[in-house]
């Protein structure tokens, strides 16, 4: 069993930065592929950006790239997502995410997310 707790969210200005973050506990794996979703009022769940450890690469949604970054730490139990300019859309709860197949899924673990919040 793997728990994921999210922190780093919060209300911030157009334009501004936030830094998430997302520690694996419990049974961990070593290949962990691990990512983030997010989920705003009214809408489905959304891919958002994940890192695939076996080949080291990394996944964006169109919407977020070149203004957010996923990236984990040597230990491989912390994921994280560096967020620039930040825009009204981008206001959701993000979810951390951990698979045994690969950053596209399928999804094995859920953490229960930090609310982003994003004014104009």
Do not use: I
């Not at 209300?11 to 936030?18: E, I, K, N, R, Y």
């Amino acid at each position: 069993q793997v728990q994921l707790v999210e922190s780093g969210g919060g209300l911030v200005q157009a334009g501004g930065s936030l830094r998430l973050s997302c520690v694996a506990s419990g049974r961990t794996l070593s290949r962990l592929h691990m990512g983030w979703f997010r989920q705003a009022p009214g809408n489905e769940r959304e891919f958002v950006a994940g890192n695939d450890k076996t080949y080291g690469t990394t996944f964006y949604a169109d919407s977020v790239k070149g203004r957010f970054t996923v990236s984990t730490d040597n230990a491989e139990k912390t994921v994280y997502l560096q967020m620039d300019s930040l825009k009204p859309g981008d206001t959701a709860v993000y979810h951390c995410f951990s698979s045994r197949t690969g950053p596209l899924g399928p999804y094995n673990y859920w953490g229960s997310g930090t609310q982003v919040t994003v004014s104009s």
